[in-house]
């Protein structure tokens, strides 16, 4: 990431600074890999975030993942579209699927964060993809709006709020025990994108930091923690006390539209999408892919269809943020979410790749996103057992009938 600076803190770390006259500054330092990997360091004016006013609690609610009573193997298809609007984005998360460093999940919410509440993930690195809506996230490195088809990400241990600016807010919902940042083939050794890469690395949009919060009171952090239990930590000052920060780990945006898509003659395969990643490819965590607008293949006998694929070391999520996507139109709406274990194979559905001969060379205008786990099986929780179609498995086959008998 950009090494980046916002706000007043001292030019050399570990000194002496005094943002208010006769008050010592305080650092701290937000740092990952232990004292090795991305870090950040952020001036408090007045006080530690260690200053918690009161023995800490077990929250009254928890994240854990329930799972689901289904232990059958088959594909899922999940209309996150019938899940309703409730809540904020506090209390109202809802895992769809999980593994041992990764979870999957939606917010569908139209209330802001509770006055002076706040939550901290404390075992994951999120990123958020926005379906619909807008906001603000607010953090101790600042303001950052976010809106429709926008990524989020926020670094693991950062202590947040989010408040709407629209009536209602969806989000696509990603944890990972792993940093989430740019694939690393697509950058150089100083860390800008390789000119053949689909994204510019400045193109994201980063926290403007505000004045300081010097403020005493009580201030309710939710911490996330061991699996999904919550922890009440009640601090006796403002989180969002830094006069300054810099470093490479902070929140930021993306917009989806700034992939700026790799096409080829023919079919590309989803490595050619890839946006994110999180973990180390091909060995542990996952990979992220933007499936954007882009040319279909030219080649004269190109079927611009995607073939029918079985990864075996891969459990694959799809977020469908239109209908647009030719292999699944049949099957379809806005917010659909695909699950297929890496010991199913899928394919397109029905005809779906003879109606494709027809948008060859064509410029598509398809939205979604995809998940790729490494080595990581996912299980389904019993909440995403409810918007799930209970067809699903045997929609290719019958898809393949209904052809047959209309012939």
């Known amino acids: 990431m950009i090494i980046a600076k916002r706000g007043t803190l001292p030019t050399t770390p570990h000194t002496e600074f005094y943002y208010i006259p006769g008050v010592l500054s305080l650092e701290e330092i937000h740092g990952s890999f232990g004292f090795s990997g991305p870090w950040s360091r952020k001036m408090h004016v007045r006080k530690y975030p260690t200053e918690v006013k009161a023995a800490p609690k077990v929250s009254s609610f928890h ?15 999940i209309h996150t579209g019938d899940i309703p609007y409730e809540g904020n984005a506090l209390s109202a998360r809802h895992c769809l699927m999980w593994g041992p460093s990764t979870k999957i999940g939606v917010i569908k919410v139209k209330e802001s964060f509770p006055q002076n509440k706040f939550f901290r993930n404390g075992e994951g690195h999120e990123i958020f993809f926005v379906q619909e809506g807008e906001g603000v996230l607010s953090s101790e490195y600042g303001e950052l709006p976010f809106r429709k088809n926008h990524y989020v990400i926020v670094p693991k241990g950062t202590t947040y709020r989010i408040d709407l600016k629209s009536e209602k807010l969806w989000l696509l919902t990603v944890e990972s025990k792993f940093l989430i940042e740019w694939p690393p083939h697509y950058m150089n050794t100083s860390g800008q994108a390789l000119m ?13 930091l505000t004045a300081p919060v010097d403020q005493e009171g009580e201030f309710l952090v939710y911490v996330q923690h061991n699996g999904g239990h919550l922890t009440e930590m009640v601090m006796g000052h403002h989180p969002f006390d830094v006069c300054g920060w810099e470093g490479a780990l902070y929140p930021y945006t993306f917009d989806i539209s700034k992939h700026h898509g790799i096409a080829r003659a023919i079919h590309s395969a989803p490595p050619a999408h890839q ?8 060995y542990f965590g996952f990979s992220i892919c933007s499936f954007v607008g882009q040319p279909e293949g030219w080649d004269p006998r190109d079927v611009a269809a995607p073939y029918a694929h079985f990864n075996v070391d891969s459990d ?32 397109p559905h029905g005809n779906a790749a003879e ?53």
């Open 63 to 77: 994240l854990i993942p329930q799972e689901s009573d289904d232990k059958t193997l088959h594909p899922y298809l």
């Open 196 to 208: 053949v890469a689909p994204i510019v690395e400045t193109e994201v949009s980063l926290p403007e």
């Open 275 to 282: 946006t994110f990643q999180s973990g180390q490819a091909p």
């Open 316 to 347: 694959e999520m799809m977020f469908f943020s239109n209908v647009n996507y030719g292999a699944r139109k049949s099957v379809l709406r806005e917010g659909t979410m695909t699950f297929h274990p890496s010991a199913c194979p899928h394919s």
């Open 355 to 407: 109606k494709s001969l027809a948008d060859r060379g064509k410029m598509s205008d398809r939205l979604a996103v995809m998940l790729d786990t490494f080595f990581e099986p996912l299980k389904v929780t019993s909440f995403a057992e409810k918007y799930a179609d209970k067809g699903y498995s045997t929609s290719w086959f019958k898809a393949r009938e209904a052809l047959t008998l209309s012939a």
